[in-house]
């Protein structure tokens, strides 16, 4: 297994980068009329702007022989004919196929997973109208009117974030909540409003063990009954579960009938298209749910068969890893401009950074190398009167995606345009910047005394040179936003392919969770364990604050 850094494509790269450090994106622009159409690819509904990035021809020839020479053909081809490429856990990587729409068989372990797929999708159907029309009924009989999603991390990031994307798809009369903090802050408020009669709890969770959601739920349940004057035949109206472990669903008190599975070639990042996506389909309705699937599944197709020069996931990937490998870029930004994309980056964090920010290579060496980036970001145009001052004259590198609808779902007045223009004008600027001389200029022309131009034009230029790439769309359906997601799943794994890490697993959240268990009696009193001794002492000062010292 050859590192990366070795390959001939990235020793090219690197001689690159130093070929081009001192060009500038603006004087690319003025020399090339083409250079838009020949960096921007229209896919379906989505255009992808790529040409404000720090590249020429021989830079994406470079990169492509870079992902060539990394075997990513090989590599999505076992990703999508399942084999177990989560080698740490032993695990096929399928969630393709919880959005295949076509009829081709995909097998794990000799078995053809799509009549499964199909039957879970079927009964979340069924479920999901019997509860829109009001047919599912509470313990007194009353239609429900708010739902509670329990779950934490892929459990939740993924389906908060569609459902609050799709908020002009919801069916008004039916209010779908989040719970995910530990902290009974997030549970109290979330049920202060609400009715046990006609609140319906889906406590979603892979494993069925992880200690929040479980927490959550006893707390939820003991709502519920103590509402059900104790009667826990009331259970079976208000809890439903999606788990793959069906023992710990019924340990819990939940009928299996009202348990939606899913399998362990699913990842929890990865999760949203399967019945984790529960309260998408009650908040929009099964057939949108579907478009969101078939948007993915689009997505999926593309990335499957289409040339890397002109696949989306793939060039966004190396695009990633030009600027974390060659630039030592940190971070990468996200900003929607869309507020009902607001959550969108909180699920890239979990889906990126769980993914790739990995120390070790498929073989167990460590890396020498940068792997998966920092991902924050929140929308436009909120961050201009943040965070932007560093994007565009601070000292890192930070690339950004900008991501904006032409159209949105409500057109009041001008809004929709001054946000578009916003979006449009960040990216202009990053990219162009203000030169010195521009500045100062400016400022002669407004009169400023000579004595104080060079200080205020030093403070007014804008280096410019900095990448971004847009993703324009007519509007954000469910199928765009599928397409959306998948996009940014097949950008994380083509890095992954490529820096030859395992993005499946995430070993790196387990200590914490270890260390957590233990330490959790021992605020209650007793006999401390073995801690280094800032812990020791601070489990100590714990207990005097709450009293059980
Ligand atoms: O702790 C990390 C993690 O395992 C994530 O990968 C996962 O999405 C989340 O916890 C929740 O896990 P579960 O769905 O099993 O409750």
């Given at each position: 297994m050859t590192v990366p850094t070795a390959l001939p494509a990235w020793r090219s790269l690197e001689e690159h980068r130093r070929e081009i450090a001192d060009q500038h994106m603006r004087d690319w622009f003025e020399n090339d009329p083409q250079r838009f159409q020949r960096f921007s690819l229209q896919w379906g509904e989505i255009l992808f702007d790529f040409s404000k990035h720090r590249i020429t021809d021989k830079t994406l020839g470079l990169l492509l022989q870079l992902a060539e020479q990394s075997g990513l053909r090989a590599k999505i081809d076992a990703m999508f004919a399942g084999d177990k490429i989560n080698v740490t856990e032993d695990r096929a990587v399928l969630h393709v196929a919880?959005?295949?729409?076509?009829?081709?068989?995909?097998?794990?372990?000799?078995?053809?997973?799509?009549?499964?797929?199909?039957?879970?999708?079927?009964?979340?159907?069924?479920?999901?109208?019997?509860?829109?029309?009001?047919?599912?009924?509470?313990?007194?009989?009353?239609?429900?009117?708010?739902?509670?999603?329990?779950?934490?991390?892929?459990?939740?990031?993924?389906?908060?974030?569609?459902?609050?994307?799709?908020?002009?798809?919801?069916?008004?009369?039916?209010?779908?909540?989040?719970?995910?903090?530990?902290?009974?802050?997030?549970?109290?408020?979330?049920?202060?409003?609400?009715?046990?009669?006609?609140?319906?709890?889906?406590?979603?969770?892979?494993?069925?063990?992880?200690?929040?959601?479980?927490?959550?739920?006893?707390?939820?349940?003991?709502?519920?009954?103590?509402?059900?004057?104790?009667?826990?035949?009331?259970?079976?109206?208000?809890?439903?579960?999606?788990?793959?472990?069906?023992?710990?669903?019924?340990?819990?008190?939940?009928?299996?009938?009202?348990?939606?599975?899913?399998?362990?070639?699913?990842?929890?990042?990865?999760?949203?298209?399967?019945?984790?996506?529960?309260?998408?389909?009650?908040?929009?309705g099964m057939d949108r749910f579907e478009e969101l699937l078939e948007g993915a599944y689009a997505m999926d197709e593309h990335f499957r068969t289409t040339p890397f020069s002109r696949n989306l996931p793939v060039v966004m990937g190396l695009l990633g890893i030009w600027y974390a490998d060659f630039f030592g870029a940190e971070s990468h930004a996200v900003l929607p401009y869309d507020q009902y994309l607001r959550h969108f980056p909180d699920h890239l964090q979990q889906l990126d950074m769980e993914s790739n920010g990995k120390g070790v290579d498929l073989a167990g060496r460590p890396v020498d190398y940068p792997t998966g980036p920092i991902v924050w970001g929140q929308p436009g145009t909120n961050g201009q009167h943040s965070f932007f001052q560093l994007l565009h004259q601070g000292t890192h590198l930070v690339p950004c995606d900008f991501l904006v609808a032409a159209r949105s779902h409500h057109e009041l007045g001008e809004h929709h345009r001054i946000l578009v223009a916003n979006c449009l004008a960040q990216a202009e600027a990053l990219m162009r910047g203000r030169t010195f001389e521009e500045a100062r200029a400016e400022l002669a022309a407004q009169g400023v005394a000579d004595d104080r131009l060079d200080l205020l034009a030093a403070a007014r230029t804008f280096p410019g040179n900095r990448p971004s790439s847009l993703f324009l769309y007519p509007e954000l359906t469910p199928k765009v936003l599928g397409s959306l997601i998948a996009l940014y799943e097949h950008k994380v794994f083509v890095q992954g392919a490529v820096w030859n890490v395992n993005s499946f697993d995430q070993w790196g959240v387990e200590l914490g969770k270890q260390l957590a268990r233990a330490i959790l009696p021992e605020l209650e009193g007793g006999q401390t364990g073995d801690h280094d001794a800032s812990t020791r002492a601070l489990i100590e000062h714990c207990r005097r604050l709450r009293g059980t010292a």
């Open positions: 919880l959005r295949h729409r076509g009829d081709r068989a995909i097998y794990v372990d000799g078995r053809d997973v799509m009549p499964e797929v199909r039957r879970v999708l079927a009964k979340m159907r069924r479920f999901s109208e019997q509860v829109r029309t009001g047919q599912w009924r509470g313990f007194t009989g009353r239609p429900i009117t708010d739902v509670v999603n329990l779950g934490i991390g892929g459990s939740d990031l993924g389906p908060r974030m569609v459902t609050t994307a799709l908020t002009p798809y919801h069916k008004e009369d039916l209010r779908v909540h989040y719970v995910a903090n530990v902290d009974e802050a997030d549970l109290l408020d979330t049920l202060k409003g609400l009715d046990q009669e006609t609140t319906l709890f889906l406590v979603v969770s892979k494993t069925f063990t992880t200690q929040e959601t479980m927490t959550n739920a006893r707390s939820a349940r003991d709502w519920l009954l103590t509402a059900a004057g104790g009667d826990e035949s009331a259970i079976a109206r208000h809890f439903v579960a999606v788990s793959t472990n069906r023992h710990a669903v019924q340990a819990f008190g939940i009928d299996p009938d009202n348990m939606f599975e899913f399998w362990d070639w699913v990842g929890g990042r990865y999760s949203l298209w399967s019945a984790v996506g529960l309260s998408i389909a009650l908040a929009v």
